[in-house]
């Protein structure tokens, strides 16, 4: 079992910088592949990003690629999802989320469906 909660989020400006944390609890976070997703009103749930167990790979929603940094530290059973020039688009509740252990561990998932756990989200809201 894996318990997550995210922190972080806030009301911003356009342009400015958030950075989320994920706390997870769990012994086999380490082995995990993890992701952020996050879900606007009245939208679908939609991927942003992904990170291997061993963290050494990452991939990204093309929108937010070059914008946001996805990071973990497996010592500390944290991941972050670093948001810079942040756009109004932006705005949605973000999830963070969990797969079971994987014996990959430079595979990062993309799909909803991929993941076993997920945190109770945080509200990001950007104006213009």
């Known amino acids: 079992q894996m318990h997550l909660v995210e922190s972080g989020g806030g009301l911003v400006q356009a342009g400015d910088s958030l950075r989320l944390a994920c706390t997870a609890s769990?012994?086999?976070?380490?082995?995990?592949?993890m992701g952020w997703f996050r879900q606007a009103p009245g939208k679908e749930r939609e991927f942003v990003t992904a990170?291997?167990?061993?963290?050494?790979?990452?991939n990204y929603k093309a929108s937010v690629k070059g914008r946001f940094t996805i990071s973990r530290d497996n010592a500390k059973n944290m991941m972050y999802l670093q948001m810079n020039s942040l756009e109004p688009e932006d705005t949605a509740v973000y999830y963070c989320?969990?797969?079971?252990?994987?014996?990959?561990?430079?595979?990062?998932?993309?799909?909803?469906?991929?993941?076993?756990?997920w945190g109770q989200g945080s509200q990001v809201t950007v104006t213009s």
């Open positions: 989320a969990a797969r079971r252990s994987t014996v990959f561990s430079g595979a990062t998932y993309a799909g909803i469906s991929d993941y076993d756990y």
């Open positions: 769990g012994r086999t976070f380490s082995s995990s592949p």
């Open positions: 990170i291997s167990s061993n963290g050494g790979y990452s």
